[in-house]
């Protein structure tokens, strides 16, 4: 099959309309339901006709095997997950790219030394579940199993119930020490979440780094009551004091250079036209370039939200929901990459404000990423874009690779 149809990438032309969002633009594909359960369905033919064996494991990720499994694999791959409304590009160009790598080097009549095979990490925007990365966290033991069965969704549909009509037993959720064991090393492809490689006027890049980034969730409570009712001096509105709290988060950020803090998701309850809040969940999203800045960052951000809410009378809880430690990922490794795919001044390194399944791997086995240039530096939105040649060369690069790896 050609690696191109319709001016971009065959595999993602294929999966161009699965799980477009009429009402957001761009891609809502979340984990286990209607879109996700389709791209899977996708992965494993697609796999299947280049006669890669597939399996699912325990936390629902899904494993494509060049030859029988076993230990100390190259194994590569991205998500096929997106964030409400997302791009085109944001997980399932490393999943393509990883499938048309071993196609190529199947095709040239290569014949592997090691294990390898093509990794679906499940779950890695956390948009259903609210944590990022699950299916590598629940993999490496990241995140504790009974708190993971317990994580709800916002149709109140626990992760254990949702693991179930997929078929997987919810009992055998977390740490998968045999599935760990079998990676020598992972590679993840990504289009870049910026525009180091714009600026740099460079098709493809080896990652150096992830910021520290966690997510945490602001109660503001008030007091619920009529609309029409209830004068306004005599009001406890928590979403008035939720958008004080929103502008203390911005303003609090500015003191903490090369941070940056996001508020993207309210939920109002009780969410009437005609009645006053009685609280407001806001999630944040805080990065910076150390975990002690991080952590300084949300006391700080903390303290703020809390007296801005204290104006409309109302208080605010913060409560971590996930939190992931700066990544290096191994100079020795980043180094070795680059010089496989050439000079330096050609394989630029670059650091990354964007949390990835390789940046929770790299704490268990030896990770690293390739970057795929984005000329707008635009992610998370339908806006999200990559050139056809720059795509084609990062699947060069990732062939490149894997051939010195295997």
Do not use: K
């Not at 609309?227 to 004080?244: C, K, N, S, Y």
């Not at 704490?363 to 795929?372: D, N, R």
């Amino acid at each position: 099959m050609s690696e191109l149809a319709h001016g971009m990438l065959a595999g993602l032309a294929e999966i161009a309309d699965t799980g477009r969002d009429s009402r957001r633009g761009g891609y809502s594909r979340h984990l286990w339901q209607g879109a996700d359960l389709e791209l899977r369905a996708w992965f494993a033919l697609r796999a299947e006709r280049l006669g890669l064996s597939v399996e699912t494991d325990r936390n629902g990720n899904l494993w494509a095997w060049w030859g029988e499994p076993g230990p100390d694999a190259v194994v590569t791959g991205s998500h096929l997950d997106s964030v409400p409304g997302g791009g085109a590009y944001d997980g399932p160009l490393g999943v393509v790219s990883a499938l048309e790598a071993v196609a190529r080097l199947r095709a040239s009549g290569f014949t592997p030394s090691r294990p390898c095979a093509v990794l679906v990490c499940a779950e890695e925007e956390g948009s259903r579940f609210g944590i990022a990365c699950l299916g590598s966290r629940l993999l490496t033991g990241g995140i504790d199993a009974d708190r993971a069965r317990a994580l709800i969704d916002a149709d109140g549909i626990t992760l254990a119930q949702a693991a179930r009509r997929a078929g997987l037993d919810p009992a055998h959720l977390g740490a998968d020490r045999d599935a760990l064991a079998r990676i020598g090393l992972f590679i993840e492809l990504h289009v870049e979440q910026g525009r180091g490689l714009v600026d740099l006027g460079r098709p493809v890049a080896v990652a150096s780094s992830i910021l520290a980034h966690g997510r945490w969730r602001l109660t503001v409570t008030g007091q619920g009551n009529h609309a029409g009712a209830t004068p306004m001096e005599d009001r406890r509105d928590p979403l008035v004091a939720a958008a004080r709290a929103i502008v203390a988060v911005q303003d609090a950020t500015g003191g903490h250079p090369g941070a940056r803090a996001t508020v993207g998701r309210l939920e109002v309850v009780p969410g009437g036209t005609n009645v006053i809040a009685s609280s407001v969940h806001a999630w944040l999203d805080a990065r910076a370039p150390t975990d002690a800045e991080t952590r300084d960052l949300v006391a700080a951000i903390a303290a703020a939200v809390g007296e801005a809410a204290q104006v409309n009378g109302c208080s605010v809880a913060v409560t971590e929901e996930s939190w992931t430690g700066t990544v290096t990922f191994d100079p020795e490794l980043v180094g070795r990459f680059r010089s496989v795919l050439g000079a330096d001044a050609l394989v630029p390194a670059l650091p990354t404000g964007a949390g990835h399944d390789a940046g929770v791997l790299a704490a268990s086995v030896p990770s690293a990423m390739l970057f795929v240039r984005n000329p707008t530096g635009v992610s998370h939105s339908p806006e999200e874009f990559a050139e056809v040649g720059d795509c084609v060369a990062g699947i060069d690069a990732l062939e490149t690779l894997l051939r010195s790896l295997l």
